[in-house]
């Protein structure tokens, strides 16, 4: 397990742990599990009578869950399968912030080649030469040498898994319950990104930025200047004045 530095906004870097071997492995059985499942019940419900079973065009239509398996729940469920959520780990870009759909495409397209089973299997029935076996373990390579536990995947879509439960990202939501009459004190809070939001949500929860009142004072001081805004108020209640106004203005 390696620790990243990444880069936020304002210049601000967060400490994340990348997820470990083992939770990348136990991830991937639980998903290849939940595969077999399915596979087991759609043979037994809707195959079994067939002929030709999976090679039929039933088949193959029902094999297309399996195919796009990981591309559309990292997709829809913010770079998490259901392996990764038990696992608590999850894919992040590499620059800081959410994967783009590119990103997650590019990792699922090179799946072959980091995870080549095809190959394994080719090799040891006789079908290719056994000498390839060794290319079998290049994604394992990758992720071992590379600096971020990264495999080839990883790389090449700009990626990298990290462990949730070491700390929450900046993509945690900026949510907050506000009472009806609230009103935004300062309206050029809009001009920030939603990174930035949940970066300063990230700083706020963060128990270690909140004990060192130098660090949150430079913070603060980018803030005001990007923002151009001047306040008496002290670190955390202008952090957290800035996350109640941008639920207030982002919510009309």
């Known amino acids: ?3 990243v530095r990444l880069n936020t ?12 071997f083992h939770q990348r492995i136990l991830a991937w059985c639980i998903d290849l599990t939940i595969q077999f ?3 087991l019940m759609v043979y037994k419900l809707a195959l079994k009578g067939l002929p030709d079973g999976f090679m039929s065009w039933v088949g193959i239509l029902v094999m297309l869950p399996v195919l ?4 559309v729940l990292e997709t829809w469920f913010n770079g998490q399968t259901p392996g990764k959520m038990i696992m608590k780990i999850g894919v992040t870009s590499a620059d800081g912030g959410q994967p783009s759909f590119s990103q997650y495409l590019l990792r699922w397209i090179f799946r072959p080649i980091d995870m080549p089973w095809w190959l394994l299997a080719a090799a040891t029935s006789g079908g290719w030469p056994a000498l390839t076996l060794v290319f079998c373990f290049g994604g394992i390579a990758c992720y071992l040498y590379s600096g971020k536990s990264q495999r080839i995947g990883d790389l090449l879509a700009g990626t990298l898994v990290i462990d949730k439960r070491a700390t929450s990202t900046w993509n945690d939501t900026a949510f907050m319950e506000l009472d009806a ?5 300062f309206p050029q809070v809009m ?4 990174r930035d939001i949940n970066t300063i949500k990230q700083l706020l929860l963060s128990s270690a930025v909140r004990r060192n009142s130098d660090y949150l ?3 603060t001081e980018k803030i005001k200047t990007a923002l151009q805004v001047q306040t008496d108020m002290d670190e955390i209640d202008f952090l957290e004045t800035l996350l109640r106004d941008y639920n207030q203005l982002s919510s009309r």
């Open 9 to 20: 906004g304002f210049n601000i870097e967060i400490d994340f742990k990348t997820a470990a």
């Open 1 to 3: 397990m390696a620790i």
């Open 37 to 39: 499942f399915y596979l």
């Open 68 to 71: 796009f398996y990981n591309l």
């Open 181 to 185: 009459g609230y009103s935004a004190r």
């Open 191 to 194: 001009r920030l990104s939603d």
């Open 217 to 219: 004072l430079r913070v």
